[in-house]
Each structure stands twice: as C-alpha cells, then as structure tokens.
C-alpha cells in the first residue's frame, strides 16, 4: 500500500511563499488522484487542490491564482507551491491519494500525516 509523506511547512509572514512537497512511496501519478487538503484549527478540514491522471489541475476558489501543483514523475513527488500567502492560509496541510476525487471528498484513500503552515501577519 502507498505511503505518503509531506513535508515543507513552516512559518512565512503574509505575502510570501511556501513549496510544500509529498513523496510517495510508489509509482501513482498514472492511477491515481493527488489533492490537497488543509485544516485549521477549529474549522473542518476542506479541499485545496487536486491533480488528476492526465495532470489536470482543480483549485478551490480561496486559494485560485495563488497557486501551482508542479509534480516529479521520477520521484514520485507532488508539490504544493502557493504564493501570496495570507494568515487565513494557516491551517495542517495534507495530502491524498485514492483512484477517484469522490473517494478523498469521503475522507477515505491514502492520507499523508500532514505538516503545519502558519501564515503571520
């Protein structure tokens, strides 16, 4: 079974940047669904991002513009390079991986243990 790892987080003031990166440990780009996930403290955890099959990209409309989900095939890695960071971006990012978006939208498929991003004003 794959396993995810995140990593790449920290503390960035507004209006910087931050790369944040998800390994796999197996092939799963030509299968499977990549998304990203956040959740801050007190909110329910809500969708950021995903990355089909094909490489086509869905961004959730807080994060739209601000964005890119660059990935290495050859390392089996999956990036998260936002930009234009804000406080309200502050939350435990996540990644996922399952065979349909229908599938990480329940909260089941294959989930990263998540690594923190504070955003300071």
């Known amino acids: 079974q794959v396993q995810l790892a995140e990593s790449g987080g920290g503390l960035v003031q507004a209006g910087g940047s931050l790369r944040l990166a998800c390994a796999a440990s197996?092939?799963?780009?030509?299968?499977?669904?990549m998304g990203w996930f956040r959740q801050a403290p007190g909110r329910e955890r809500e969708f950021v991002a995903t990355?089909?099959?094909?490489?086509?990209?869905t961004v959730a409309d807080p994060v739209k513009g601000r964005l890119t989900i660059p990935r290495d095939n050859d390392k089996n890695t999956v990036f998260l390079q936002m930009n234009s960071l804000k406080p309200g971006d502050t939350a435990v990012y996540y990644c996922?991986?399952?065979?349909?978006?229908?599938?990480?939208?329940?909260?089941?498929?294959?989930w990263g243990q998540g690594t923190q991003v504070t955003v300071s004003s």
């Open positions: 996922a991986t399952a065979a349909s978006m229908a599938v990480l939208d329940a909260g089941s498929g294959k």
């Open positions: 197996r092939r799963t780009f030509s299968t499977y669904v």
């Open positions: 990355i089909n099959r094909s490489g086509g990209i």
